[in-house]
């Protein structure tokens, strides 16, 4: 796992110093403590850190071909790259190192662009082609690795972390209304759009050339989910169970000790169950003191019963507190998932024993794990209205009172699933944005619909169920721009390489043609993937219902955390916040109200976001 950096400027230009490249990585050094290198060739820098995983004696970056003609720098795993590695050299490909990186650079030699198709594994690369004088570049099919870029005055500037394109001289620091305003529905920036104007990811299974003419970007790869009924539930348990397996054995991959993360559920317990047959493990969980909110005790069964060497960690109130406004600047922009501040912990405690680590990520949107994807099936009875009553019924409902028993239920009821499910979280609806923002009421009623992100998704599935309708949404936003980005950003601060087994192109080639109704089953999510492990994941694990990464934070935001939260809010004034609903959410929150724990954390991580990158502003 490393960073890289890459700046090409224009001709005529000024050539790209070493000194600059230098900037841009150095501010990034933990993603790559072991090494660092540099390239320059007039117009074209490339900058990289190193975390040595892989062939560690060898494999420095930036790397180049027998001729030097191409220059890599390369972030990420390529776990077939041995398979690679062999059909290059038995077409005439010669070898300096044995690392997978360099299997990249050939299979690029061998077949341009479309040497991506070829790669299972996690990635994001540059390659300076000096023959063609451009660059090309990707990003791995799931979004695991991230890949940031913007236009200069000079060209563009490409960066796995934001904070390293900011080193550029001039490049503007300023925050984006649009992106603004979709994150305080999201709870995270959808690609390609950042918090930063100007600055864009690069979205995933994507690849982009540079050159003269400028940027060009092109789709290699489309997740599709093409549900096949006519085999059986047992089938499918099979095929899950083999490439899960296959996916586990090949994630192992590394020169450098060896890891995986252990909560109370049944992904990172598959994951850990697979990965104990191969190898003795540490396995690692985080906690808190309140009882209601740590799955430590089920974690530690689990590590029992599978015999693995466990570790594990609470946090306290204070500590999480005092940490954010660190995790808010590795970041780089916010992301108002309060788990992501668990996994910054969790990180920490791995990294004093191990480098990789496995984890479970990916788990719920290749087979249906969250649990409002039960609710098309408990919204059934409004098929039956009709459709013209609905939008009126809906405008009756929204005139009861908050917190009144049925009013949220008529209210979803009579929205198309367009219009209500936007991801994992919709935290302030386009009516409630107005109030909770100070910016331009028109600007906001122009630009506050976030469905206008998800239309395009909902497009491309509009002949599946609803459920997978739900999914095919959460892969292409909440996966890449919650759960993948805040396990980059926060293994990535403690120089920890993070593995994610079910993202895995033959795990998907799965898991894409299994039917709604053999993961919502019983009652219960992921319902096929329990069975296919049932016999090796401890009982107690199979059969407990999903509680993601709980954290007290309704009862910190009503306690320990009041007064610092109300004196943020009053001391980062920001035209991009009204302060007075804050503090009005803050106290009907700690009286017992309404619950707006998720509301206020997203005000609170765009604001200390805000005091890193733009103080004073």
């Given at each position: 796992m490393c960073g890289i950096v890459a700046v090409y400027h224009r001709q005529p230009a000024e050539a790209v110093q070493?000194?600059?490249l230098a900037r841009m990585t150095a501010v990034m050094a933990h993603r790559g403590p072991d090494d660092s290198g540099f390239y320059s060739s007039q117009n074209v820098g490339l900058g990289f850190r190193r975390l040595s995983i892989i062939d560690l004696s060898t494999g420095h970056q930036p790397?180049?071909?027998?001729?030097?003609?191409?220059?890599?720098?390369?972030?990420?795993?390529?776990?077939?790259?041995?398979?690679?590695?062999e059909g290059l050299l038995a077409q005439g490909h010669k070898f300096s190192t044995n690392t997978d990186s360099e299997?990249?650079?050939?299979?690029?030699?061998?077949?341009?662009?479309?040497?991506?198709?070829r790669l299972r594994g996690m990635f994001a690369f540059i390659i300076h082609d000096q023959k063609r004088d451009e660059l090309f570049g990707a990003r791995d099919h799931f979004g695991i690795k991230p890949l940031y870029y913007a236009e200069c005055g000079q060209g563009f500037l490409f960066a796995s972390e934001i904070k390293s394109l900011l080193e550029y001289p001039g490049l503007q620091r300023e925050i984006s209304p649009t992106a603004f305003l979709n994150?305080?529905?999201?709870?995270?920036v959808p690609e390609p759009e950042t918090m930063f104007a100007?600055?864009?990811?690069?979205?995933?299974?994507?690849?982009?050339?540079?050159?003269?003419?400028?940027l060009a970007i092109r789709r290699y790869f489309q997740l599709e989910f093409r549900p096949d009924p006519s085999r059986s539930l047992d089938d499918y348990a099979q095929e899950i169970r083999a490439a899960m397996d296959d996916s586990v054995r090949m994630h192992r991959m590394s020169d450098v000790p060896r890891g995986a993360f252990l909560s109370g559920g049944v992904d990172s317990s598959v994951i850990c169950a697979l990965f104990k047959k191969y190898e003795d493990i540490h396995t690692f969980s985080v906690g808190y003191a309140e009882e209601d909110y740590s799955e430590l005790g089920v974690a530690a069964e689990t590590a029992q019963r599978l015999g693995t060497r466990h570790h594990e960690y609470k946090i306290s109130a204070s500590e999480y507190w005092d940490t954010l406004p660190k995790l808010a600047w590795h970041q780089d922009e916010p992301v108002a998932d309060p788990s992501a501040i668990s996994l910054y912990f969790l990180a920490r405690m791995a990294r004093e024993y191990i480098t990789v680590v496995l984890s479970g990520e990916g788990a719920d949107e290749l087979f249906g794990g969250y649990n409002i994807y039960h609710e098309p099936l408990s919204l059934r009875p409004f098929r039956y209205l009709p459709d013209a009553l609905k939008p009126a019924l809906r405008s009756a409902a929204s005139w009861l009172p908050k917190g009144l028993k049925g009013r949220s239920y008529l209210m979803r009821g009579c929205t198309p699933l367009e219009k209500r499910f936007y991801g994992n979280a919709n935290i302030f609806p386009p009516e409630e944005k107005r109030l909770v923002s100070q910016l331009d009421r028109q600007f906001i009623r122009a630009n506050g619909d976030s469905s206008r992100v998800t239309a395009p998704y909902y497009r491309l599935c509009e002949a599946l169920d609803d459920p997978l309708r739900m999914q095919f949404i959460d892969l292409h936003t909440w996966l890449p721009g919650n759960i993948l980005m805040k396990?980059?950003?926060?293994?990535m601060a403690n120089s920890l390489e993070l593995r994610v087994p079910f993202l895995d192109k033959e795990v998907w080639a799965v898991a894409a043609r299994i039917p709604t109704a053999y993961k919502l089953a019983q009652g219960t999510t992921k319902y096929v993937l329990r069975q296919a492990f049932s016999d090796v994941v401890p009982a107690?694990?199979?059969?407990?219902r999903k509680l993601g990464f709980p954290v007290p934070l309704r009862s910190w935001l009503k306690k320990e955390f009041f007064a610092p939260v109300r004196d943020l809010v009053?001391?980062?004034?920001?035209?991009f916040i009204d302060p007075h609903y804050v503090l009005k959410m803050l106290i009907d929150h700690r009286n017992g109200r309404f619950d707006h724990s998720r509301q206020i954390w997203a005000v609170v991580m765009f604001l200390l976001w805000k005091r890193q990158y733009l103080p004073g502003r």
């Open positions: 070493e000194a600059l790397m180049s071909n027998e001729d030097g003609t191409l220059w890599l720098v390369f972030n990420g795993e390529i776990y077939n790259y041995l398979e690679l590695r299997v990249v650079l050939h299979l690029y030699e061998e077949y341009g662009a479309d040497c991506v198709n994150y305080l529905t999201f709870q995270y100007g600055i864009s990811k690069l979205p995933p299974a994507s690849s982009f050339t540079l050159d003269a003419r400028g396990a980059d950003k926060m293994t107690h694990v199979v059969d407990k009053k001391d980062t004034p920001t035209e």
